[in-house]
């Protein structure tokens, strides 16, 4: 371990994230010396604090569905990966598995996900409506889809339809507190030699030719390094540009708010888990004696691109459409007057699909495009950004010849081209992936 000089570091960071703090933690275990830098006061402030933070292996990709469930066996020991202690305590993760419901007739959507699932050994159940009502009493089973903002004159009125039924994960769940978890890296990093700098802006991304060179902050300040990893969420297109950067695939950042409510009777009392439900366009998790309700990104509404540094952190007419839209599966549902929630950003991909990969200047990579989703599989990231960086410094053409990550829990090697910024678009198009 060779701890950070001040400005000298074998590898800088943008970003405090979750992302971030995750590979800082994974670049200091192998004897680097790390500085990650950040804009905001302190770990895990910006993106990672909005988080829903549920943990699900649900994808329609083999190698995001083993990475997820790999990174669920950190998640369920995590102070034990962590290692040493946290001041702060330690974020929890509640393993209360989690439901994706079935619509009548869109049982085929979901062939892919389920082979998928038995590929990586990932188990599952496929419950019936009946099955669905009893773990959700209350629930009601008509379907309304697809999905429709409020002031369309169809909003509500069911289609005919019933549910099918679901497909319920039992090894899936949610972390209690995605800040803390980010902290809890930040501290881990910190432990085995990571330097963090906080309040502290990148105004330059220097090169010297083809390769990086280091960074420059809004101070004045200068750091040389021959590494620069780009993990910062919403501004990664902003220091993309600073690097020189043109990808293929671009991410910008998307405005998303999550609504908070009391939970209908029964969710709670039941330890019930997340509820995946396309055919409303909506998710929702447990938290505490409430749920927490976030969007799916329905094609009907309209994608809130922003400025990340300019942007309303209230609730909008958004937060309505979304608990009413929950409240037609739960009709038990309380409206409250007052909007309770978060609003936060995503860092999002053209496919949602993350770019953990090198780029044409030689010694900056990308671990950018993370959403909503990656939340779940940042224990896993930075060992994946590791790999990945061992790999291209040591001389070795990923883009030919694309790192590997050993999945040790799950049994499985994946291909972490999967993730590369010259990838084909991959068909996913929300959150949910």
Known sequence: MRAASSNQPDAVIIGAGVIGCSIALALAREGRA????????????????????????????????AIAHEARFRWLEWQKFLGGEDPSGYARYTESGGLVLVAEGAQDDYRANLDILDAVGVEYQLLDASGVSRLYPGVCLDCFGPPRRMEDSGFAKPNGRRLAGGIYIPAAGYVSDPQLAAHNLYSAAMAVGARFQFMAQVSEVRRDGERVAGVTLASGEQLSTPVVINAAGP???????????DEAITTRPHRHEVAYLKAPPGYVENGNGFVVDADSGTYQRADGADILIGSADPACDPRDIIDPDEFDSGFTQQ??????????????LGIENRARGTVGLYDVSEDWIPLYDRTEVEGFYLAIGTSGNQFKNAPLVGELMAAVIAACENGRDHDLHPAKLALARVGRTVDLSFYSRNREIQKTRSVMA
Do not use: E, K
């Not at 604090?49 to 549920?54: D, E, G, Q, V």
């Open 34 to 65: 790390v500085t990650c830098i950040d804009a905001l006061p302190a770990p895990g402030y910006g993106s990672t604090s909005h988080s829903s933070a549920i943990v699900r292996p649900f994808y329609s990709h083999v190698t995001s569905c």
């Open 235 to 245: 501004h990664s297109f902003v220091i993309n540009r600073l690097a020189g950067i």
């Open 319 to 332: 937060w309505m459409q979304q608990v009413y839209r929950a409240a037609q599966r739960f009709p038990a």
